[in-house]
């Protein structure tokens, strides 16, 4: 209920996604998951389905436990959800898609997961996954074929890990591998990296990128949990993370016409697109260090810093901070901080 009820405040919609506990026959399952929506008042844009086995991974060639296969599922979707899409792939990761690929006309769109903790978790090797993103987009092309392909939820640290009994505890808020609650997820860090991902998988038409969630590890908003939570712990609730900010100026950008932007040094990710005849990026420095860079080819445009200056501001008060902006410097050039984020809007028409 509490769903369908921010679906209608925010006017937002509900994509569904359902874990399969049968053996054999998924109908019931999902015809009562059918009912459940419906008695939230929920119509959902998109559905996907997959045996709950799935989020373990298993080795090429090794038997799996029974579970409903694609065709069945795809199926019992279509009947239980008639006219809405139907997904597959997986509940875990890309590698995991790639060893049980969905047959050809098992699937409206396909989606999975990513997580950049799998082999490594300190700061400069959750910063190198990014690298590895237009390969694993170009293979999923390869097995989506003309169909849609969504991402997400993304995040530092991940919501289930196929390779354990579930993501590793982090009481101390530490760089822990598959970790449950990544610190860095309410860091500029994270913020910075969500930005990356996004200027990574730009280019490749992805049709859904999925960032965090409203509340909890992987929130957009801080509430009280049940681990601590350094700073934010002594904070009000309903203040918001770094990557609350992020999340808004893509929203923003969602559906607009991307623009072409020529970056000479690799610390800095960065994502145009043009509104209302003006051009706009967010950029965000990838590095633990300050980097200078200079923004040419725009006209008068107004600048937004996220950084360690203004991170408590962002936090407390985001409207406020979202209204504050100062003008770029006529040259173009200015210097962002350690996981700093520029959001830069020209204030005149584009050339």
Same mark, same amino acid.
């Given at each position: 209920? #509490?769903?369908?009820?921010?679906?209608?405040?925010?006017?937002?919609?509900?994509?569904?996604?359902?874990?399969?506990?049968?053996?054999? /026959?998924?109908?019931?399952? !999902?015809?009562?998951?059918?009912? &459940?929506?419906?008695?939230?008042?929920?119509?959902?844009?998109?559905? +996907?389905?997959?045996?709950?086995?799935?989020?373990?991974?298993?080795?090429?060639?090794?038997?799996?436990?029974?579970?409903?296969?694609?065709?069945?599922?795809?199926?019992? !979707?279509?009947?239980?959800?008639?006219?809405?899409? +139907?997904?597959?792939?997986?509940?875990?990761?890309?590698?995991?898609? @790639?060893?049980?690929?969905?047959?050809?006309?098992?699937?409206?769109?396909?989606?999975?997961?990513?997580?950049?903790?799998?082999?490594?978790?300190?700061?400069?090797? *959750?910063?190198?996954?990014?690298?590895?993103?237009?390969?694993?987009?170009?293979?999923?092309?390869?097995?989506?074929?003309?169909?849609?392909?969504?991402?997400?939820?993304?995040?530092?640290?991940?919501?289930?890990?196929?390779?354990?009994? =579930?993501?590793?505890? @982090?009481?101390?808020?530490?760089?822990?591998?598959?970790?449950?609650?990544?610190?860095?997820?309410?860091?500029?860090?994270?913020?910075? &990296?969500?930005?990356?991902?996004?200027?990574?998988?730009?280019?490749?038409? !992805?049709?859904?990128? #999925?960032?965090?969630?409203?509340? =909890?590890?992987?929130?957009?908003?801080?509430?009280?949990?049940?681990?601590?939570?350094?700073? &934010?712990? /002594?904070?009000?609730?309903?203040?918001?993370?770094?990557?609350?900010?992020?999340?808004?100026?893509?929203?923003?950008?969602?559906?607009?016409?991307?623009?072409?932007? /020529?970056?000479?040094?690799?610390?800095?990710?960065?994502?145009? &697109?043009?509104? @209302?005849?003006?051009?706009?990026?967010?950029?965000?420095?990838?590095? /633990?260090?300050?980097?200078?860079?200079?923004?040419?080819?725009?006209?008068?445009?107004?600048?937004?810093?996220?950084?360690?200056?203004?991170?408590?501001?962002?936090?407390?008060?985001? #409207?406020?901070?979202?209204?504050?902006?100062? $003008?770029?410097?006529?040259?173009?050039?200015?210097?962002?901080?350690?996981?700093?984020?520029?959001? *830069? $809007?020209?204030?005149?028409?584009?050339?």
């Amino acid at each position: 209920l #509490a769903a369908g009820d921010l679906s209608r405040r925010t006017r937002l919609p509900v994509t569904f996604e359902l874990l399969l506990t049968a053996e054999s /026959d998924p109908r019931p399952e !999902i015809a009562e998951a059918a009912g &459940w929506l419906a008695d939230a008042g929920i119509a959902p844009l998109l559905v +996907a389905a997959f045996p709950k086995v799935d989020e373990t991974s298993f080795q090429p060639g090794e038997e799996r436990p029974p579970a409903p296969g694609e065709a069945a599922i795809y199926e019992a !979707i279509r009947e239980s959800f008639p006219g809405i899409p +139907a997904g597959s792939g997986s509940p875990a990761f890309f590698t995991e898609l @790639n060893r049980k690929r969905p047959p050809a006309g098992t699937f409206d769109f396909i989606t999975h997961a990513t997580a950049p903790t799998v082999h490594a978790a300190d700061d400069l090797s *959750v910063i190198e996954t990014l690298q590895s993103l237009p390969h694993i987009l170009r293979s999923a092309r390869a097995i989506a074929g003309e169909a849609p392909h969504y991402i997400g939820p993304i995040g530092i640290g991940a919501r289930l890990n196929p390779y354990g009994p =579930g993501p590793t505890p @982090n009481p101390d808020n530490g760089r822990v591998g598959l970790a449950a609650a990544d610190p860095r997820q309410r860091a500029l860090l994270g913020a910075a &990296w969500h930005v990356g991902y996004a200027a990574a998988v730009a280019p490749f038409g !992805i049709d859904t990128l #999925a960032l965090g969630a409203p509340v =909890g590890p992987f929130g957009l908003v801080s509430t009280r949990q049940a681990y601590a939570r350094p700073w &934010w712990d /002594d904070v009000a609730e309903g203040s918001v993370y770094p990557l609350f900010h992020v999340v808004a100026d893509l929203a923003e950008a969602s559906g607009k016409p991307r623009l072409a932007i /020529d970056l000479p040094n690799a610390d800095i990710a960065a994502l145009g &697109w043009t509104a @209302n005849g003006r051009r706009q990026a967010i950029l965000a420095n990838l590095s /633990d260090r300050p980097v200078a860079l200079r923004l040419a080819g725009l006209g008068a445009a107004t600048l937004r810093l996220l950084d360690a200056e203004s991170f408590t501001a962002a936090a407390l008060t985001p #409207a406020a901070f979202r209204d504050t902006t100062v $003008s770029l410097p006529a040259d173009g050039r200015l210097t962002l901080d350690a996981y700093a984020i520029a959001t *830069v $809007s020209e204030t005149g028409a584009a050339a």
